[in-house]
């Protein structure tokens, strides 16, 4: 019997500055034809196909070898070329000659914090070194996750979170198990996230914006007038954009500029409330634009550059941390009410909740501040709360995995259990709802390490999105084989 014929292609493009870094490689082995494709020096995502032949799969192979070779793809050895360098905020943080802050506790996940978001039950907080940690609002810890790269933000979408890390996925943490939701071009040197509705919206190095559906379809990408995208904000009617020029505003189905407006130092954070977008800058201000055409209502003068601000939700309030482990709060017309230290590195990002500010810093910390008017007048006469120090114990570090449980077809589907179904879409796996109730011609953001077309499996809970036109599964997955 004559041995099947085992080829493989591998090729990279690699560009010169903030270009593109990222390999392909085709495996034909009779008649499968498995595709590899990622950024240079990692493992990068595998899809396989099979076919009626022999024949048929060498000339599919031939096909996406000659497609890549002619977008600029060459031959090369695997592991010669390395891994880009990603790009990390670096903070010179100093200490602050302000009073200390009135912290409540303040818990330490063991490398630089970026990522912060706080709900209704819980803190979340990412960091450097891929850890997710899920506290109470009262800083017990609950659980970990254990993510492949650092974490750069953590956002919420409705009742899903996701973190965006530096291996330019983003991870959906709404499930005991991190599942990928979405993956970025190569080429992408991601800088910030943000998600509506399920369009993500990502900003750059280059200082260009993306927008890309919730099937991970890239949508439309803008340049700004600057660089350095270190702001990205999403809602209903737009993105809005900040670089080291300023803050930009574009339509959010079709990227159309909708105003732009110049900063007084480069954006280097920004934040959103209904009607206004507030951003940090360089030059240690905090600008309030309107978001309806940008128009200026109000500035806050910080005693240095922000890195990261953020509000009440009233807007009766304006916070911002500076690089100097200093955050302060402005009234709404621009009157500075408060300045103090945080004790524990600058704040990378904040939020404000229930009269807290939840601070994520260098030195890796998560720390809630008591941001109530007594307390803070407490703490300018030197008066402080007793900060607990928060541990996380032994927690298991849940890790992303590539596939989901098994349970047989016979099983019986929990009463509160959803049944889809990957069908294959031209290139694509799209995954459609089977169980009665939900419209069949809606997609179903689905984990998309997971995807087997064909397959059919057992989500714990479907939901449709807040605009419509589509599902998101949450919870538990389970496959039935």
């Known amino acids: 019997m004559p041995a099947v014929a085992d080829t493989t292609t591998y090729l990279e493009l690699s560009e010169e500055g903030a270009g593109a870094h990222k390999f392909y490689e085709v495996r034909h082995l009779g008649t499968e034809v498995t595709v590899g494709y990622g950024r240079i020096g990692d493992a990068g995502q595998t899809r396989t ?6 024949e048929k799969a060498a000339a599919a192979a031939s096909r996406k070898v000659a497609e890549k070779v002619r977008k600029g793809y060459a031959p090369a050895v695997r592991g010669v070329r390395q891994r880009r360098p990603v790009t990390r905020r670096e903070i010179v943080s100093t200490r602050s000659t302000a009073r200390q802050a009135p912290v409540l506790w303040r818990f330490r ?40 790269d650092g974490v750069k933000c953590i956002v919420a979408d409705d009742f899903w979170i996701y973190a965006g890390c530096d291996d330019g996925r983003v991870y959906d943490l709404s499930g005991k198990v991190p599942h990928v939701a979405y993956e970025i071009a190569e080429d992408v040197d991601i800088y910030w996230l943000d998600i509506h509705d399920g369009g993500l919206g990502v900003s750059d190095a280059r200082g260009g914006v993306t927008l890309i559906d919730h099937e991970d379809e ?7 007038r600057g660089s350095s995208a270190w702001m990205v904000r999403c809602d209903d009617d737009g993105v809005f954009h900040g670089d080291s020029y300023g803050v930009s505003m574009y339509g959010a189905d079709d990227g159309t500029p909708v105003w732009s407006a110049h900063t007084d130092g480069a954006v280097l954070f920004g934040w959103q409330e209904a009607d206004e977008v507030f951003a ?31 509000t009440s939700p009233d807007g009766r309030y304006v916070f911002a941390g500076d690089n100097h482990s200093s955050v302060y709060c402005f009234a709404a017309d621009g009157t500075r009410l408060w300045k103090l230290g945080t004790g524990c590195g600058s704040a990378y990002s904040m939020q404000y909740r229930d009269e807290r500010l939840y601070l994520v810093t260098t030195d890796g910390s998560l720390a809630c501040v008591d941001a109530s008017e007594s307390a803070v007048r407490d703490a300018e006469g030197g008066h402080l709360p007793q900060t607990a120090d928060v541990k996380a114990g032994s ?29 294959q879409d031209g290139a694509r796996t799209r995954v459609r ?26 989500v714990t809970e479907v939901r449709e999105s807040g605009r419509g036109g589509f599902y998101r599964a949450r919870g538990d997955i389970r496959r039935l084989v």
């Not at 803190?123 to 506290?135: F, M, P």
């Not at 600008?287 to 200026?296: C, E, I, N, P, V």
Request: glycine fraction near 10%; include cysteine.
């Open 395 to 423: 927690l298991e570090r849940v890790t992303p995995r590539t596939s989901a449980e098994a349970v047989p077809v016979s099983a019986a589907v929990p009463a509160d259990g959803v049944v889809v179904e990957c069908v």
């Open 49 to 54: 196909t099979r076919f009626a032949t022999p």
């Open 218 to 224: 890239y949508q439309w990408r803008r340049s700004g």
């Open 109 to 148: 996940s063991g490398a630089p914090a970026f990522g912060v978001f706080v709900g209704e039950d819980h803190a979340w907080v990412g960091n450097q070194a891929g850890d997710v940690y899920t506290l109470t609002h009262d800083g017990e810890v609950t659980s970990r996750f254990g993510l492949p």
């Open 433 to 458: 709802v089977v169980s009665p109730g939900y419209d069949a011609a809606w997609h179903v953001q689905f984990p998309k390490d997971i995807r087997v077309p064909g397959a059919r499996y057992v």
């Open 280 to 310: 940090g800058t360089s030059r240690g201000w905090v600008h309030r634009l309107a978001k309806a055409d940008g128009t200026s209502r109000g500035r806050y003068r910080c005693d240095a550059p922000v890195f990261s601000c953020a």
